[in-house]
């Protein structure tokens, strides 16, 4: 039988902690604040103590084989170490792999939390049964996973997937990043609320405005009618649709799914999006591209990296 493992996802506010089952399901998680700044030390200790009480729930019949963690990026998935993700500045540099394998005595594999969500959507949700796909997760960021082949890429140090930060507007609006009309600045929640502020008050958006309003109650207005929301999020519809037109004319790729807070939008983003993509790839090509949302939605992760942590174990 498949051992247990553990999944985790550690983000910039919280993280996440489930006990996986050999059936692959989530029989049991616990979440609490990140709170960074208390230290990579203090990290690996609430883990272990949330582990220990996760065990303390359900009992097992067997230890615990592996544990599977994503982060940020970006970091080294060889190493296991973190570099220097900004939303987590007090675990810059942190050799997680190294530190948590210390601590819990057991195999640890380290993973870019877009990729890992990446795995488990290709595994376990919405890309069950396809060769190649690829994951966008778009939520404060754009993020996405390239699985080829039934490979994960990495790319040649990790970075593959910033399809974020790729330019699809040559004249467009000036990004955090210090580029020109990224994908994200259409896609992200953040933008999503800059963007409608602006239009609310006749502007060009910016991304150092103050919006008043989330990426969520934008779909909200929009849901409820609001013709500047409703044209917000179909624009971004778009803006998805070219970034999805050009990675299917790159990589040949028929299968992209959907995932993080912004693809809560549904049809009012995926519709357009889909009318999109024909307007910006080949007919042939086009034709056969899927657009999908997720299946798993915050799961994703934590059975991306249970997949990890078994595949440490060669199970
Ligand atoms: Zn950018």
């Known amino acids: ?23 692959n399901e989530i029989a049991a998680r616990r979440r609490f604040a990140t ?3 208390r230290g990579p030390q203090s990290l690996v200790e609430r883990i272990d103590a949330t582990i220990g009480a996760l065990q303390a729930e359900i009992s097992l019949g067997a230890d615990l084989a592996a544990v599977g963690i994503c982060a940020p990026g970006p970091l080294d998935h060889i190493t296991g170490t973190l570099l220097e993700p900004v939303n987590i500045p007090g675990l810059h540099h942190m050799p997680l792999q190294a530190m948590l394998e210390a601590q819990l005595h057991a195999p ?14 290709y595994y376990f949700g ?9 994951y966008i997760i778009i939520g404060t960021g754009v993020g996405a996973a390239i699985i080829m082949d039934g490979r994960l890429y990495h790319g040649l140090r990790g970075a593959a997937g910033e399809f974020g930060h790729a330019t699809i507007d040559l004249h467009g609006v000036q990004c955090h990043c210090g580029s020109i009309g990224c994908a994200e600045t259409f896609l992200s929640g953040p933008w999503l609320a800059r963007r409608y502020a602006a239009a609310c008050q006749s502007i060009a958006p910016s991304w150092d405005m103050e919006t008043g ?14 013709p500047l929301a409703e044209a917000v999020i179909a624009q971004a519809g778009e803006a998805l649709g070219a970034m999805v037109g050009a990675q299917a004319m790159t990589l040949d790729i028929e299968c992209f ?8 939008c549904g049809d009012s983003l995926f519709i357009p999006a889909r009318a999109a993509v024909k307007r910006y790839a080949f007919d042939a090509l086009a034709r056969r591209v899927r657009i999908l949302p997720n299946a798993l939605d915050t799961d994703a992760p934590i059975l991306g990296c249970a997949w990890l942590a078994r595949r440490a174990l060669g199970a």
Not at 108 to 121: C, F, N
Not at 259 to 264: D, E
């Open 1 to 23: 039988m498949p051992p247990w493992v553990i999944g985790i996802d550690l983000g910039g506010t919280k993280t996440e902690i489930g006990l996986v089952s050999p059936e």
């Open 35 to 37: 709170e960074d700044w």
């Open 108 to 121: 640890v594999r380290v993973e870019h939390d877009a990729k890992a969500a990446g795995l488990g959507e």
């Open 126 to 134: 919405a890309g069950l049964g396809e060769r190649s796909m690829v």
């Open 213 to 226: 309003i989330t990426g969520a109650q934008v779909n909200e207005l929009a849901a409820a009618g609001d």
């Open 257 to 264: 799914v959907v995932g993080g807070s912004v693809a809560h």
